[in-house]
């Protein structure tokens, strides 16, 4: 049940707006954008934010492609600024060079990703193939379950990218349509408690005449190693700190989504569906009605897959009789899924021996029915008894169009 | 350069060849800036012998993103010193060759010249991307031999003219476009402290030869910078809003061959069956210059 009181905050908005709303509050000083569906809402709530004069100091540059949109904040994060963007799917694939380089840099600057599937064959929804094929970019990527977790995501990943021993860019992932154009009850940040859980950014090396700095130099094989080094360094210093802003942001806010990663029904947990983003919420009714007949079925949601929580998940699953992981991703020639094959590589040298089984799903768009949610599970519990068959497979695929 | 001559913000010690047009451009580029000067500097010979980890030649904050971006990181450094405050007291300079700037990334350049951002962009142009190579850009002239357009038995090498770049940066309604030369330091300084005291997207573009790509001696940069100009081959002109409103005049043009025949990348033209009628194109370019640019 939610308190009244609470639910009185509440509003219904569009996932966009709230989104909005929320990198508003966060005091960005140069916003940097090339509309793309679905990330669209996004960046024309954002505009008229800057067209009421509702964000101070700030701002909004109409690039002309989204390779510009991530390098003009490459440019306004090393004079110091706070940056934000929005982009999606092919956008961010422009993007790709300048990612590592963002990180490369160690600035920090943040993106909400509204992921959607990636051509060819073209198409507008909703997978997470895009973000995931930006995984060793050097990038933070938090999935977020719900609307409410996409807003409470930006200034904790604010927090966390400028933290001084971290400095490394984050991507707030959202699912492209289902929650970006989803409108539903929230609570839009309040700018003061924005204010006080998210200190100004206050970066060590800045551009400035005064204290003239190098950003960018050549890096022989004499001393390229060790950048990269440090980069992975920051990636895991980061991980408690993701932990310890999101139980921060708790006392400020009252809300909690989980640190690196979260569990529902998970502690006596004998079958585990692994997943991230918005099919969470399906997954839990699904399994709501498990536990109603006496199953022991939970759900592990990982909500930082960089840097990829592997004590977490090791821990979260030791007790289980099987895991499944569901990803709307693939990796082309593995015939899995990116999580999938994170958290047997995770597995594989620590002391927790439990089959892990995968099935990559919902591809373009394509709807995850709680039918097959129940069908994973059925098979997972066949895999409990009696070991893999099928180690990673397709979901719903349709075997009479092939 | 006399001891009047103003500071520069680039030291010695960079790993530039002997000769080199780049580090001439630079000095001259951040001479005429000034030390409120931030730079932006795509890839390129310049960024790679001025910055070896850990030693940096630049006195003024300098970035490198990438090799096609520097528009819009100028861009973002001019946006986020507005949105602090800092506008007024810092300039923003970038500083690319031809291959960043007309190639690759002219898209990024084309968008920060339209949304008007207040910057300033100068061209080093030596006519191919000599970091890799000497390998063909748009801003290679007509039948330079490059080595990915070799002149050989069929072929008397570039078979295109250079690209326009300051007629396609005037049109973006730039309030200031200048050419200018690395072999005219006094004129190439004037003109780059002009566009960054104009408030808008100003565009410098100046010739630079280099002598490892052109093939002449280290000793010949400003020599050989001169006689482009001389030949008319490289017209010095200052466009303000469109129009052209300052032209330096040739006295008495020397003939196009006198600057080919100095550099080997035109050589094959002295050589080669047919190589007199190319030069004759070459010289009808020089002669359109003229009648254009009113040079004489």
Not at chain 1, 23 to 38: E, F, G, L, Q
Not at chain 2, 225 to 243: Q, R, S
């Amino acid at each position: 049940m939610i308190d009244p009181a609470y639910r009185k905050k509440m509003v219904v908005v569009e996932g966009s707006y709230a989104v909005a709303h929320s990198a508003k509050v966060c005091r960005p000083n140069v916003i940097s954008a090339y509309p793309i569906t679905p990330q669209t809402h996004i960046v024309e709530d954002l505009s008229q934010f800057i067209a009421d004069g509702e964000i101070p100091n700030c701002e909004y540059i109409n690039v002309e492609a989204e390779f510009s949109a991530i390098s003009a904040l490459i440019g306004a994060s090393a004079v110091g600024a706070r940056t934000y963007s929005a982009t999606t799917s092919q956008g961010l694939l422009l993007m790709h060079e300048a990612l590592f380089n963002t990180s490369g840099m160690r600035l920090p600057v943040i993106m909400t990703v509204a992921n959607r599937a990636v051509g060819a064959p073209i198409n507008i929804w909703n997978d997470h193939q895009d973000a995931i094929s930006q995984r060793d970019t050097g990038w933070i990527q938090l999935y977020a379950e719900d609307v409410q977790e996409a807003c409470d995501t930006l200034p904790q990943l604010y927090k966390i990218a400028e933290d001084n021993e971290v400095m490394l860019p984050g991507m707030a992932c959202m699912d492209g349509f289902i929650l970006s154009h989803v409108y539903e009850p929230v609570v839009l940040l309040e700018q003061e408690l924005t204010d006080d859980f998210l200190p100004s950014f206050q970066p060590e090396n800045v551009l400035d005449p005064e204290d003239p700095k190098t950003f960018g130099a050549f890096a022989a094989p004499d001393t390229y190693e060790e950048f990269r080094y440090l980069q992975e360094q920051a990636m895991q210093k980061a991980l408690p700190k993701i932990e310890a802003v999101a139980k921060e942001f708790e006392e400020v806010f009252g809300r909690y989504h989980g640190g690196l990663i979260d569990g529902y029904m998970l502690d006596d947990a004998e079958i585990i569906v692994m997943s991230m983003g918005s099919i969470l919420g399906t997954i839990k009714n699904v399994v709501d009605e498990y536990r109603a007949k006496g199953e022991k079925i939970g759900v592990l949601k990982v909500r930082s897959f960089r840097p990829f929580p592997k004590e977490q998940i090791c821990k979260a699953v030791k007790n289980a009789h099987a895991v499944v992981v569901l990803d709307k991703n693939i990796s082309i020639g593995t015939n899995e899924g990116a999580l999938f094959t994170e958290t047997k590589s995770c597995l594989y040298n620590s002391k927790v021996r439990v089959p892990v089984i995968g099935y990559t799903v919902g591809h373009g768009g394509r709807d995850i029915p709680v039918e097959s949610i129940a069908k994973v599970i059925e098979e997972t519990k066949k895999v409990a008894k009696s070991g893999i068959t099928v180690e990673s497979q397709f979901l719903d695929l349709k075997e009479e169009s092939l | 350069m006399s001891k009047t001559a103003p500071k520069t913000y680039i030291t010695s010690g960079h790993s530039g060849c002997a000769g080199c047009c780049d580090a001439f451009a630079a000095k001259f580029a951040l001479m005429g800036a000034g030390p409120n000067t931030i730079v932006v500097n795509p890839t390129g010979c310049l960024e790679v012998m001025s910055t070896p980890f850990p030693y940096s030649s630049w006195q003024v904050p300098w970035i490198h993103s990438l090799f096609e971006n520097a528009g819009a990181v100028a861009s973002g450094v001019e946006a986020a010193l507005k949105a602090l405050g800092k506008k007024d007291d810092i300039k923003v300079i970038s500083i690319g060759g031809d291959g960043s700037t007309m190639d690759i990334g002219l898209g990024a350049l084309s968008g920060a010249f339209e949304r008007g951002h207040d910057f300033t962009y100068v061209c080093m142009d030596n006519e191919a991307y000599m970091n890799t190579g000497v390998q063909r850009s748009s801003g290679t002239p007509f039948d330079a031999s490059t080595t990915t357009t070799p002149a050989g038995k069929v072929s008397f090498g570039n078979p295109r003219p250079k690209k326009n770049m300051p007629a396609i940066m005037a049109a973006h309604g730039s309030p200031y476009v200048a050419t200018t030369s690395i072999g005219f330091p006094r004129d190439m300084i004037r003109k780059v402290k002009k566009a960054t005291e104009i408030v808008g997207p100003t565009y410098i573009h100046s010739h630079a030869p280099c002598p490892t790509g052109w093939g002449f001696d280290t000793s010949k940069t400003l020599e050989i910078a001169k006689l482009a100009v001389e030949t008319c081959l490289w017209p010095m002109y200052e466009m303000e809003n469109g129009e052209i409103t300052q032209v330096r005049k040739v006295k008495d043009p020397r003939p196009v061959e006198e600057y080919l025949r100095a550099q080997k990348r035109f050589k094959h033209l002295f050589t080669m069956e047919g190589g007199e009628e190319e030069i004759k194109k070459i010289q009808a370019t020089a002669d359109w210059n003229i009648k254009h640019f009113g040079l004489q």
